[in-house]
């Protein structure tokens, strides 16, 4: 495992971007992945983030290399991603 793995040093303007997106974006999947770039830019290690985060550290990872490899367009969700939405009623005819 790479628990000592950190985020490139962040540029002020790249920093102040992320910062940015944390703090004005609704979407919570999204705020959680600016905050992982940043707690690691801070020099917090993937397992203390993952502990703050209640995320596992190959979630930590995952990001980490999205941001690394994308920018802040990595750190979206990607549509028709993840698990389908559970419907608490069935339809029947």
């Given at each position: 495992m790479q628990a000592h793995r950190f985020v490139h040093a962040l540029a002020d303007q790249e920093r102040t971007a992320v910062?940015?997106?944390?703090?004005?974006?609704?979407?919570?999947?999204?705020?959680?992945?600016?905050q992982i770039v940043l707690l690691s830019a801070a020099g917090h290690t993937v397992q203390?983030?993952?502990t703050l985060t209640y995320f596992g550290e190959?979630?930590?990872?995952?990001?980490?290399?999205?941001?690394?490899?994308?920018?802040?367009?990595?750190?979206?969700?990607?549509p028709g991603s993840g698990r389908p939405p559970k419907s608490g009623t069935s339809r029947s005819g």
């Open positions: 910062q940015q997106l944390y703090r004005q974006t609704n979407n919570a999947d999204l705020r959680t992945h600016a203390e983030i993952a190959d979630t930590i990872l995952y990001w980490l290399d999205r941001y690394e490899q994308q920018g802040l367009s990595g750190l979206e969700v990607l």
